[in-house]
């Protein structure tokens, strides 16, 4: 209680890494007070952040860099990925229609639609120079 | 057996982008040989992003459009929670149990 924690992962842009992923934000979550059901949540906010960012800055390339990092106080608990892959404009992702007869589903821009969902807070910026940043934060209790 | 008696499948573990193309590609081995009643079973899949979703939904299609279905069951409340927030649970029909899933399928002529 009342401590700020701080824990960091980097990875290389490969889908075999998602489990490894998984268990950081798990140990983060559950080590800044997140509950299970948050806890759950942001493991899977993270999973659609970064598999995005395999797909789509790094095109299926192996070597990139991602950089994740988890901050929390008493009231927030704040992940940051970074990648220096192709800029994306994860505001111009469309939003899916999860309503509707099954003919009529698009299925594009789920990703976005959970890390939205499952978030309190979800930010994007992307540069030319700066690569990718995606910041999201789960409130605490 | 024939064609009309349900396969089941049983994915394990967490269904990621690193794990959704092999249960994309038994899925499609089972179309391909013409079973187009599936169920899968997911008592101990633990997890399911989007990618693992998006093979359910195209193994769905695919089974209508031969005249089946693809049904789920044994879901944990978790998953369930995550299906029914990207609506997949209007699209899906769902049964609590591997039974229940395939008494559905006897009951439409199976």
Redesign the interface.
Known sequence: MGKAQHFQLTILSDFSNLGAVADFITHAAGESGLDESASYNAQMAVDEAVTNVIEHAYHGRQDGQIFISCESDDDEFIIVIQDYGKPFDFNKVPKPRVKGPLARRSIGGLGVFFMKKLMDKVEFSSSADRGNRVRMVKRIR | MSAQTPVIVHPQG?M???RAPALEQELRQQLAHGHHRLIVDLSKTT?I???G??VL?AA??TA?QDGGSLKLCCLSP?LLE?FE???FD??FEIYEDRNAAENAFAKVGG
């Open positions: 967490r990621d982008a690193a997890y992003s989007s990618n979703l998006r939904l769905h299609k209508q978790r995550i927030m990207a609506g209007q699209i």
